[in-house]
């Protein structure tokens, strides 16, 4: 790739950790990488856990600082779900990539430079199964030159078989006084000042995805200058204001089915995401106290069912229609079995 | 030309409704960093019109002329070629598309697309690279592994390639998508924007508004603007000089929704079943999304039922849709779902009068 201009980057590429060693929380990972930095030891690997949390730094960070800008190239090989990973890609691609000798282990200046290649599969959970089987042999036949660093959100959808050949880390979500050093120093840079409500606003907004957390800080930036508030922040997460969610509460606490069709009509063209308005009905449910446990047990079971069906790409007027009907029932203490039913 | 488009503000000083996200989206773009953006929000709220105006911000007028082309994609799949067709829309800073249309081969599309853009980087005026727009409609209908497929490649091209993606539901739209853009929501105007904006068109084309008469249309659209200026235009073709309690027109295919459910409100058989599956039939070949012919269905017998019976119906048209998603004909699942209220009703019926 041509060297790009700092200036046209946004911010999450810009601040971008080049060093293993800045990586943030991932004390682990960090710990056996640089370890491999100076023995250029290094087992396969596999990275996973949520969002922003460093995976796709960290393993970029330790093929750069093994080989450096020039060896880069011709030792490192990034595939992710962008490429196509059907089984034939796999077999050829990696194949000939791998096959290619890399002569003796000379260190280069300051790079180890080991003599194996580093193959990075991000987001690797989307290949198929199928791929993922055909990989078993090929990391088998190029054990000795080539080096595997899986790279994904679930760990479940990576088959056994691949899994018990690597060492494994998951990526933590970022605790709220790490990513506020984070960010902080990005204000340093950027010249922006945030106090610490912000910052706190700013952590409990990103849910411990750093990436986040700085595209917010970013455009919150941009759009209200350099002096950054918690209500400012607020704004660009888009996150749903508690008023509107209290709202769908207590029309369903009403009893009056319209009413609450007409709260979740409005949270519709209010163009809110449904599944976000779950998550923080889920919150008002679990912390009310003047509710029985059974009831509170009833409205989750119907978050829970209408979650998933979002997930399937259901309608989401329809889903939050169903929840809030029975959340009324519940609430109001109306059976649970439906009468015509038959 | 149809008042809608007539009237499509071309730049964000000219926008009518959502002037603070104009001027936000002004100030966004006013450094060459801007992040990745997804706007979503209702359909008929505006989304489009502001992604239009944006590019003319960034780009000047060159963004407006735009040539439409029928693309080929050569895929090289292994073991075979694949060949995809989608409509674009280009200029030379940025190209428009949406993948879904290309069913679930849509991840080629966005593997393709975004590499081949991050290859002919634009040079700006001063010299500087600067950085090409992909706008990708529709995002919340592309397949899980287009999805996927955006992930990596968002950030690897970022600083050649910038993403403004657009939706009605961003639930749909994956977690790790979402973490990569600016969220930009657009809400659909209250009906008094709508009504500001039917004033200035009727003054525009100088027409004469009785009073009330915006603010009815307004009340009539869902907050959807496109459907209001199209209901205003076509109230404009029917009678002219409007009078003040002329009549608002419906569309054509809602009130045919209408009449499926007096039919089945009236008739629980089925022989009425077989009778309105011809009426269903006739909207899905009229390419009304099925999800909205059931969303209208219910929203139409909502207004006619019980406060018990409202949960339960409710419940079954959420059941059905979900299904509906998860199958492939539409029909079996609207159908099952006209049946089972056949069956609730007749049970209700049967409870209430013997
Ligand atoms: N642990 C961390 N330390 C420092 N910066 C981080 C960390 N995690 C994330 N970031 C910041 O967030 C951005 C995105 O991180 P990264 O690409 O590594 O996420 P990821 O874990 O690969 O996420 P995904 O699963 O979505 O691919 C980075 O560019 C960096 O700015
Ligand atoms: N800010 C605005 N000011 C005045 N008129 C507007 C504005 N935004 C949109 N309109 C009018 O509303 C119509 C519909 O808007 P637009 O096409 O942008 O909606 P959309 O959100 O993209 O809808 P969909 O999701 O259905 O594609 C436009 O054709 C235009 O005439
Ligand atoms: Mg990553
Ligand atoms: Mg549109």
Not at chain 1, 118 to 128: C, P, R
Request: aromatic share 8%.
């Amino acid at each position: 790739m041509a060297p790009l201009l700092q200036s046209s980057q946004p911010w999450v590429e810009k601040y971008r950790p080049k060093q293993v060693k800045d990586v943030a929380h991932q004390d682990e990972v960090v710990r056996v990488l640089t370890n491999t930095l100076e023995t250029a030891n290094c087992p396969h690997m596999l990275f996973y856990g949520p969002p922003g949390t460093g995976k796709t730094t960290t393993a970029l960070a330790i093929a750069h600082q093994l080989y450096g800008p020039e060896l880069y190239k011709s030792r490192v090989l990034e595939l992710n779900a962008s490429d196509d990973r059907g089984i034939n890609v796999v077999r050829t691609k990696i194949k000939d990539f791998a096959a290619v000798a890399v002569g003796s282990g000379q260190r280069q200046g300051v790079y180890p430079c080991p003599p194996y290649k580093i193959i990075i599969l991000d987001e690797a959970d989307s290949m198929t199964e199928d791929a993922q089987n055909a990989l078993r042999r090929t990391m088998e036949t190029y054990s000795k030159v080539t080096r595997f660093f899986f790279i994904c959100n679930y760990i479940s959808r990576i088959i056994e078989p691949l899994a018990s050949r690597c060492a494994k880390f998951r990526f933590k979500q970022l605790p709220e006084e790490i990513m506020s050093n984070r960010i902080l120093h990005i204000c340093n840079e950027e010249g922006l000042t945030v106090d610490t409500e912000a910052l706190s606003t700013l952590s409990s907004v990103s849910q411990g995805d750093l990436r986040r957390a700085i595209t917010y800080l970013q455009g919150a930036a941009r759009l209200f200058g350099s002096s950054i508030s918690s209500k400012d922040l607020i704004s660009v997460s888009g996150a749903i204001p508690r008023e509107v969610t209290e709202a769908i509460y207590a029309a369903c606490k009403s009893g009056d089915f319209d009413l609450a069709n007409k709260e979740v009509n409005y949270v519709i063209a209010e163009g809110y995401p449904v599944s976000q308005m779950l998550a923080q009905l889920f919150e008002v449910v679990v912390g009310v106290d003047d509710i029985s446990d059974e009831q509170k047990a009833r409205i989750c079971k119907s978050l829970a069912t209408a979650d998933k069906c979002l997930v399937d790409g259901a309608d989401e007027y329809l889903q939050l229609l169903d929840v809030v009907s029975n959340t009324m029932r519940a609430l109001c203490n109306m059976p649970q079995e439906f009468s015509y039913d038959i | 030309m149809l008042w809608v488009d007539k009237y499509r503000p071309k730049t964000l000083d000219q926008v009518i409704v959502h002037q603070e996200i104009a001027e936000n989206l002004k100030k966004l773009v006013t450094e060459q960093d801007c992040p990745h953006l997804l706007f979503y929000g209702p359909s008929g709220s505006g989304k489009k019109t502001l992604i239009m105006a944006l590019l003319r911000q960034i780009f000047g007028t060159s963004a407006e002329k735009v040539k439409v082309e029928n693309r080929t994609w050569k895929i090289d799949a292994g073991s075979r070629t694949i060949d995809l067709e989608l409509t674009t829309l280009s200029s030379t800073n940025h190209v428009e598309l949406s993948p879904s249309d290309v069913g679930f081969q849509d991840r080629y599309i966005v593997q393709e697309i975004i590499k081949e853009m991050a290859k002919n980087r634009p040079i700006d005026t001063k010299g500087k690279k600067g950085y090409k727009v992909l706008v990708l409609n529709e995002v919340d209908k592309l397949s899980r592994e287009a999805q996927h497929s955006l992930r990596r490649t968002m950030e690897k091209y970022s600083a050649s390639c910038r993403l403004i993606l657009c939706c009605n539901s961003s639930s749909k739209v994956t977690e790790a998508i979402r973490s990569r853009c600016l969220n930009v929501r657009i809400n659909a105007p209250k009906e008094e924007q709508i009504v500001k904006v039917l004033e200035f068109i009727g003054k525009k084309e100088g027409l004469q508004l009785p009073p009330g008469f915006a603010a009815r249309i307004a009340d009539k659209s869902n907050r959807s603007l496109r459907r209001a200026i199209l209901s205003f235009e076509t109230c404009r073709v029917q009678q002219y000089p409007f009078s003040s309690n002329q009549a608002i027109p419906p569309m054509d295919w809602e009130e045919y929704v209408s009449e499926i459910c007096s039919d089945i409100m009236r008739e629980q058989s089925p022989k009425r079943l077989f009778q309105v599956r011809g009426k269903l039939y006739e909207l899905l070949i009229n390419c009304i999304p099925p999800e909205i012919i059931l969303k209208k269905l219910l929203s139409e017998l909502l207004k006619k039922l019980d406060e018990e019976l409202k949960h339960e119906v409710c419940h079954w048209a959420a059941y059905y849709e979900h299904r509906m998603r998860m199958g492939q004909k539409a029909i079996f699942h609207l159908e099952a779902f006209l049946a089972k209220f056949m069956s609730i009703y007749k049970a209700f019926l049967i409870a209430t009068f013997g």
